[in-house]
C-alpha cells in the first residue's frame, strides 16, 4: 500500500467517519502528547481534542501530523470555528501541488528501503 492509496481512502471517508476512525484517534493522541495534554491557547488539560491548521493535508495527517495540527481544548476549537468558518476541501491548485510532493515522498520512502 503506497502513500497515494492510503490518502485516497481517508478522503473517501465521510469527515465524521474519519475522526472516528482508529487512524484519526491515534493522530490526534500523538497531537495531545506533543502538546503536554494541554490546550496550545489557553492550557486547559480539559476535552482536548486536535485541530486541523489547514485542510490541505486531509488524508495525509499521519505524514504532516507536527506541522498541520495543533492541540486545543473543545471551547477553543468551537471558538476559532465559529469566528473561522473553514471548508473541508482544498482548491484544485492545492491539491495537485499536495499530491506532487506526496509523490516525492513516495519515491524518497521506496528508495530508502532499497539502499
Known amino acids: ?14 469527515w465524521d467517519e ?12 500523538l497531537v495531545k502528547c506533543e502538546a503536554g495534554y ?3 491557547l489557553c492550557g486547559s488539560t480539559e476535552r482536548l481534542e486536535a485541530h486541523h491548521n489547514t485542510y490541505e493535508n486531509h488524508g495525509y495527517e499521519w505524514l504532516y501530523w507536527r506541522h498541520d495540527l495543533v492541540c ?8 476559532f470555528h465559529k469566528n473561522h468558518p473553514v471548508s473541508h476541501r482544498p482548491s484544485i491548485d492545492t491539491a495537485e501541488q499536495k499530491r506532487r510532493e506526496h509523490e516525492e515522498i513516495s519515491r524518497a520512502i521506496n528508495n530508502e528501503k532499497y539502499e
Not at 3 to 12: H, L, M, S, V, Y
Not at 18 to 29: H, Y
Open 1 to 14: 500500500m503506497n502513500i497515494e492509496t492510503i490518502a485516497i481512502g481517508i478522503k473517501r471517508m465521510g
Open 72 to 79: 486545543l481544548c473543545r471551547e477553543c476549537h468551537e471558538r
Open 38 to 40: 494541554k490546550c496550545s
Open 18 to 29: 474519519f475522526r472516528e476512525s482508529d487512524m484519526w484517534k491515534t493522530i490526534a493522541g
